[in-house]
């Protein structure tokens, strides 16, 4: 089962390096992970995307929470919450294709950042789903470059992770 794992973490070189390596040791994958200081300049948010049974996803934030850089952990995943991931695709556009493609990007609610008289580069914004069931959207061979900002997410309602 796919979680998403939020943390705060102390704002400190090597910090990421310890948790990827916490995650390469033990032999379990991270699908995205995503880094920023929050209004507190001594602490980042760090949000990892991963998968496994609960057991799995047990051990992960066990050792998580050993870790001296990490303050306050949550599994997003156990309650409800926001997740948002940003997506940049560049799609190549010739002809009838073109016109199709500013459809669907405007059925998607998403935004065409550049024009190029072959090429156009939409921003699609919104969960990890959506973003796939875009994808799935296109012409495969009209797909030129995807680049994906990896999920975030904070909780519903006053839930908040703080310290």
């Known amino acids: 089962m796919r979680h998403i794992i939020s943390l705060l973490m102390e704002n400190e070189a090597g910090a990421l390096s310890r948790v990827a390596g916490l995650f390469s040791a033990r032999n379990f994958n991270?699908?995205?992970?995503?880094?920023a200081p929050t209004h507190d300049p001594t602490l980042s948010?760090?949000?990892?995307?991963?998968?496994?049974?609960?057991?799995?996803?047990?051990?992960?934030?066990?050792?998580?929470?050993k870790l001296i850089d990490v303050v306050k952990l949550v599994?997003?995943?156990?309650?409800?919450?926001?997740?948002?991931?940003?997506?940049?695709?560049?799609?190549?556009?010739?002809g009838e294709a073109r016109d199709e493609i500013m459809r669907l990007a405007d059925i998607f609610r998403s935004e065409i950042l550049d024009v190029s008289p072959t090429t156009l580069v939409v921003e699609v914004t919104?969960?990890?789903?959506?973003?796939?069931?875009?994808?799935?959207?296109?012409?495969?061979?009209?797909?030129?470059?995807?680049?994906?900002?990896?999920?975030?997410g904070v909780a519903r309602g006053d839930k908040a992770l703080s310290i």
């Open 75 to 94: 599994d997003l995943t156990d309650s409800s919450f926001l997740e948002r991931e940003l997506m940049l695709v560049k799609i190549q556009a010739i």
């Open 126 to 152: 919104g969960a990890s789903k959506k973003l796939d069931a875009f994808l799935a959207a296109l012409k495969k061979d009209s797909v030129l470059e995807v680049v994906r900002s990896g999920a975030t």
């Open 30 to 35: 991270i699908e995205s992970l995503t880094v």
């Open 45 to 65: 948010r760090m949000t990892i995307v991963t998968r496994g049974n609960d057991r799995v996803i047990e051990q992960i934030t066990k050792q998580l929470n």
